[in-house]
């Protein structure tokens, strides 16, 4: 069992920035994919970004790349989200995941565990 508990949500204006993190425990996650998730009000939940806990096989969504990076730190066994250049459309509540095998995934589905949540606002 691997529990996720995300923190960093906020609100933030256009343009700003904020750093997600998802702090992780219950297991090692050397063979697992992470995956950053966001839900907007009426609408689907979407892939964000992800990587395998290696560090490699990186993926983004065309809305963000650019502006997000994903990243974590081995000794905190947390996963991070820098977001830069917030725009309102960003606003949703994001959402970690976990892979227990596999490249990170585009698709929920594929997700073992989750977080959470966390809010962000974007003001325009």
């Known amino acids: 069992q691997v529990q996720l508990v995300e923190s960093g949500g906020g609100l933030v204006q256009a343009g700003g920035s904020l750093r997600l993190s998802c702090a992780a425990s219950?297991?090692?996650?050397?063979?697992?994919?992470m995956g950053w998730f966001r839900q907007a009000p009426g609408k689907e939940r979407e892939f964000v970004a992800g990587?395998?806990?290696?560090?490699?096989?990186?993926r983004y969504a065309d809305s963000v790349k650019g502006r997000f990076t994903i990243s974590r730190d081995n000794a905190k066994i947390t996963v991070y989200l820098q977001m830069n250049s917030l725009k309102p459309e960003d606003t949703a509540v994001y959402y970690c995941?976990?892979?227990?095998?596999?490249?990170?995934?585009?698709?929920?589905?594929?997700?073992?565990?989750w977080g959470q949540g966390t809010q962000v606002t974007v003001s325009s």
């Open positions: 990587m395998h806990w290696s560090g490699g096989d990186t």
């Open positions: 219950g297991r090692t996650l050397y063979t697992y994919a």
């Open positions: 995941a976990a892979r227990q095998w596999g490249i990170a995934a585009f698709s929920d589905k594929e997700y073992d565990y």
